[in-house]
């Protein structure tokens, strides 16, 4: 599945759920669009979900109302922005671009029914109790991505086969950034294959991350599924070319910014994307007497 039909899917819980109940044109339900990402990254998210709301009869400005929040990366804006929704009183947060998003809308309502969409365990998130019957008025869709992060890593090993240490990028901050990481370095100790973790969740710690690279003559990076490194692919990839470093990234949007490393003397594109080589959950949408 790829990331306009995981958004698609995202669009089609929405729309079964609350907004099915706003059926006389004379209501004008508003829903809340709240992103990790910046809104720079509003086009390619948009389009499939306002595809989707289409399907289902709805259109933005005709018979909906969309409020949206860019939290552009900096997860400490996200709580801010979800509580703004809330006081706006609309009908549905659709909490978008990952696990912070969902977890800042929930801790915001409960309410007020949230969708979500991450690449993370939303059990072991905090985010339902059940995927089957989640709780509350929280539901959404996710792929498992946290386990492909050690595909990315034998795909990176296979290509740099010299690199006798693999650095791995993860967002602390961010629950299931630090959940792939957990997953790679205990597939890494398993094959006996050196790494070395860094954390960064500023630009500043993107900067101090690649210098050690340089440093430390590290091999190659695999950058973690992370919305504020997405949002920040421009300077990873700048960072990774300046230093010869080989990069693997989660998502395809880096190889489309020209995120290609060098391996066996050849161009080779090293963005895993997720779209392609994930499996999805999809939970019941809540029912608005719920």
């Known amino acids: 599945m790829d990331r306009r ?18 059926a006389q044109p004379a209501s004008m339900p508003v829903i809340g669009f709240l992103s990790s990402l910046g809104s720079s990254d509003r086009a390619s ?31 400490g804006r996200l709580p801010a922005l979800a509580a ?6 609309v009908v549905l947060i659709a909490a978008i ?14 309410t007020i029914p949230i969708v979500f969409a991450v690449g993370s365990d939303p059990i072991a998130e905090g985010l339902v109790t059940s995927l089957s019957r989640p709780s509350g008025n ?22 740099v086969p010299e690199a006798t240490t693999i650095a791995l990028l993860m967002n602390r901050s961010n629950p299931a950034s630090a959940s792939e990481g957990t997953h790679v370095q205990a597939a890494a100790e398993a094959i006996g294959q050196r790494t070395r973790v860094f954390g960064a969740s500023t630009e500043d710690d993107i900067d101090r991350t690649f210098a050690a690279l ?14 504020f490194f997405l949002d920040r692919r421009n300077k990873l990839i700048a960072l990774a ?49 719920d």
Request: no cysteine.
């Open 5 to 22: 039909k995981f958004i698609r899917v995202v669009t089609n819980v929405v729309a079964a759920g609350p907004l099915a109940s706003f």
């Open 45 to 75: 998210l948009m389009l499939p979900f306002n595809e989707g709301l289409q399907e289902a009869g709805y259109v933005d400005g005709r018979n909906l109302a969309i409020e949206y929040r860019w939290a552009e990366g900096q997860y």
């Open 84 to 89: 703004d929704l809330v006081r706006r009183q």
């Open 97 to 110: 671009s990952g696990t912070p998003a969902g977890l800042a809308a929930k801790a915001a309502t409960t």
């Open 138 to 159: 929280v539901t959404g869709v996710t792929f498992f991505t946290a386990q492909m992060g050690t595909k990315r890593l034998e795909l990176l090993r296979e290509l």
């Open 214 to 227: 340089a440093q430390q003559r590290i091999g190659a990076i695999l950058v973690s599924a992370d919305p």
């Open 241 to 289: 070319a300046a230093h010869a470093v080989p990069a693997i990234y989660a998502d395809r949007e880096y190889a489309e910014a020209g995120g290609f490393s060098r391996a066996r003397n050849r161009p080779t594109y090293l963005s895993s994307s997720r779209q392609h080589s994930s499996s999805s959950s999809i939970s019941k949408p809540p029912k608005l007497s």
